[in-house]
């Protein structure tokens, strides 16, 4: 499917200034071009232009708010320059198994200031030797290389909800567990009447004894 069509597909009857996230993926370029987007996308965050055969992103509109960018699996060699001029908020950009093999290529994301992770995963330029502590050094807003931080930690998927969980199971215990004291004061007096019980039968043997004897004299 060629990517204009894709687009009116994805819209889904509405207007492009109501649409926040494009998924693209696999549909075809015209002749490695974006084609079928403009800068009435001004609300797009997320746009995902994965194995569409990209060479260039000369036709990129403007698009302020876009945050996350996913340009896998193209063919993309240059120009990242038009990057920062068209979408200067970017925070995320997925570069992985295109045609860039050098650093003078990346350097023309050091204008992206907002920028936090790039990958850059199956290019040419992953072989250079000291490939990481150079594009770290190159692009030092950025906190991930690669989906890892210069300290070789994984940068985080989502956000936990254990803490909740915890709560919530600490709850239950308590609710499990009754009101403290409500069972004990209930043991207590059931061993008190048990207690007066021997008692009286003690009493009555003695007595029936003590007459049995009285009659045998």
Request: charged residues 40%; proline residues 3%.
């Amino acid at each position: 499917m060629e990517m204009k069509k894709r687009i009116n597909l994805e819209l889904r009857n509405r207007a492009p200034e109501k649409v926040t996230e494009l998924v693209l993926d696999n549909c075809r370029s015209s002749n490695g071009e974006i084609e079928g987007l403009n800068d009435s996308f001004k609300e797009l965050e997320f746009l995902s232009m994965a194995n569409v055969e990209l060479t260039s992103l000369a036709k990129l509109p403007t698009l302020s708010k876009l945050r996350k960018l996913e340009l896998s699996d193209n063919i993309i060699s240059g120009g990242l320059e038009v990057l920062a001029e068209r979408c200067p908020n970017l925070t995320y950009l997925n570069l992985s198994g295109n045609k860039i093999k050098d650093l003078g290529t990346v350097e023309a994301l050091q204008n992206l200031k907002n920028l936090k992770s790039l990958d850059l995963f199956n290019c040419e330029i992953t072989n250079l030797e000291d490939y990481r502590d150079s594009i770290f050094e190159l692009l030092q807003q950025i906190t991930y290389l690669d989906g890892f931080d210069q300290e070789d930690n994984e940068a985080p998927d989502s956000e936990d909800d254990d803490e909740e969980g915890d709560e919530d199971d600490d709850d239950e215990d308590e609710n499990e567990a009754g009101p403290p004291g409500e069972y004990e004061e209930e043991d207590d007096e059931d061993d008190g009447g048990s207690d007066l019980g021997e008692g009286e039968e003690e009493e009555e043997e003695v007595g029936l004894s003590y007459l049995m004897k009285e009659e045998i004299q």
